[in-house]
């Protein structure tokens, strides 16, 4: 197991509406990713944040927004949620620098329907 | 062009079988790379880091070519419990983590 956890493993909303996904990164970390991965598809960088900041970001329209908190559990939220959206939602988490491996959790299954 | 891209395949194999995956990148400036695994519906699982020109763990290589870059994963005497999705991960400039698409793996009895 990487530590790693997320909530809720799976998920359907309704095109048009709002979802929050969660994150808890391993212990020692500081920073946390996001990834959308669609159906045989690679994970696509969405954003990352490093204490609290964020500190990267993928080619994702503005109603995919973050938070990291002072623990560095994070949030994705994804407003005006689109039939597109449905995919495989993965957080990662890794020490800030450039060798650090990064570590998964189960990722959220969203369907929007 | 992509910032990384792999083969899709899939590569269906025979147990026993060596196998290569080739990756390429297009930021010259990238420094570290990785190999993770990724079995269907499950989150990746990180296989190899690959520093300097390359490194070995059991069956399992992994070679870094700066030059020409491109980042190569060999098997060696392919199970059946290594059929799974092969992701290339390059770390762009120290903040970002890009996926290729990812290699399918077949190992068949």
Not at chain 1, 42 to 59: M, S
Not at chain 1, 100 to 105: I, L, P
Request: glycine share 8%; net charge neutral.
């Amino acid at each position: 197991e990487t530590g790693v956890t997320q909530s809720p493993t799976h998920l359907i909303k309704t095109r048009g509406q709002q979802v929050t996904l969660r994150c808890s990164s391993q212990s020692g970390h500081n920073t946390v990713s996001w990834y959308q991965q669609a159906l045989g598809q690679g994970p696509q960088f969405i954003f990352q944040y490093y204490r609290e900041e964020e500190n990267g970001r993928g080619n994702f329209p503005p109603r995919f927004s973050g938070l990291q908190f002072p623990n560095y559990s994070s949030e994705l939220n994804v407003n005006a949620l689109e039939l597109d959206d449905s995919a495989l939602y993965l957080c990662a988490s890794r020490s800030q620098g450039e060798y650090t491996e990064a570590f998964f959790g189960q990722g959220t299954r969203l369907t929007v329907v | 062009r992509k910032e990384v891209e792999q083969d899709p395949g899939p590569f269906n194999v025979p147990e026993g079988a060596t196998v290569a995956f080739n990756c390429t990148y297009s930021n010259s400036a990238s420094q570290s790379f990785f190999w993770y695994r990724q079995d269907c519906r499950k989150e990746p699982k990180l296989l190899m880091s690959v520093y300097s020109s390359g490194n070995e763990d059991g069956r399992f290589t992994a070679q870094l070519n700066r030059a020409s870059q491109y980042i190569s994963l060999l098997i060696r005497d392919s199970k059946l419990s290594d059929s799974a999705t092969y992701l290339c991960v390059v770390n762009i400039n120290g903040n970002k983590l890009v996926f290729g698409a990812g290699t399918i793996l077949r190992v068949k009895s």
